[in-house]
């Protein structure tokens, strides 16, 4: 059974099929939020220092934004319902509905059994790069975050500002715990800016420099109460490696707004999902 079959271009011809048609995806509401942007007010903003991480708070009906502020800079997004860390960016999932690059218009979907919209994005400045001639794109849920065990793995050694030790460190510092609790909480990221893709000949997770410059930004509209942390990435803008202390690393500069009371008449947060968790039992 180890050579191919004699049908194996046949086989290699099969149309692939859609894993989940998204004919029936709850949409949002984007000309509501966009009319809604018009009467933006700045409440709060937070500074990521260089291959670092902070937290930050958006309650729900707001927006937040992420900017590039100095220079190219890639960012690693995790989000938590902030009433309760169990629900979580589900980056699998978000991936499965939109593709492995999102953009505006696209969501994050929270952990099971939530299984909800966590935040919409509203405004994408990268928007027009599309997919190059590699199949890069950016703003990418297929990467995991860069991480010390990996690294370990890879290289040895023990390196503290992967990612994954730049939100584990944020988060310890904003729920005043261990760092061990903490890190229990740190999930798949959104790839923030990061451009990547698969190779074609052996199916590798590459990656290549960030398009991004300083006054490009990611925006989103909370659609729940959320606990945000972003580190940004000590690979810079990826354009050659990550987890060390080679590359040129910039801050990025998150933004919280409110809009005008009012402006979002009609919206109302999304319910939990409506399984009902008997699994046939």
């Known amino acids: ?20 048609p998204v004919d029936t995806l709850p949409q949002p509401d984007m000309a509501l939020l966009d009319d809604a942007r018009h009467s933006l007010r700045k409440i709060d903003e937070v500074t990521v220092p260089p291959r670092d991480a902070r ?25 938590w319902n ?12 978000t991936r499965a509905l939109h593709g492995t690059h ?19 994005i509203t405004q994408d400045t990268l928007g027009w790069y599309g997919i190059d001639t590699f199949g890069g794109s950016v703003h990418d849920v297929i990467g995991t975050r860069c991480d010390p065990y990996t690294h370990n793995l890879l290289k040895g050694g023990q390196y503290h500002h992967c990612c994954h030790s730049n939100l584990t460190r944020a988060l310890a510092s904003h729920l005043g715990v261990p760092a061990d609790q ?14 990547t893709g698969f190779t074609r000949d052996t199916g590798q997770y590459f990656m290549k420099a960030s398009p991004v410059r300083p006054g490009d930004y990611l925006e989103f509209f909370a659609e729940i109460d959320l606990l945000g942390a972003l580190s940004a990435c000590p690979g810079g803008d990826c354009s050659a490696e990550h987890s060390s202390d080679v590359a040129a690393c910039h801050p990025l500069l998150v933004e919280v707004f409110a809009p005008e009371e009012g402006a ?18």
């Open 1 to 20: 059974m180890s050579g191919a079959p004699k049908d194996a271009e046949a086989r290699r011809a099969v149309k692939p099929v859609i894993c989940y």
């Open 55 to 79: 937290t930050f708070q958006v309650p729900a009906g707001h927006f937040f934004r992420i900017t590039s502020v100095e220079g190219p800079q890639v960012g690693d997004l995790n989000l």
């Open 82 to 93: 902030a009433k309760d860390l169990s629900e979580r960016f589900y980056s699998g999932k």
């Open 102 to 120: 999102i953009t505006t218009g696209e969501r994050m979907w929270s952990s099971f059994p939530g299984l909800r919209p966590m935040a919409t």
């Open 182 to 195: 903490a890190e229990t909480h740190v999930h798949d990221v959104l790839n923030v800016f990061m451009c």
């Open 264 to 281: 979002l008449t009609g919206w109302e947060p999304p319910s939990v999902n409506g399984y009902d968790r008997t699994h046939g039992l």
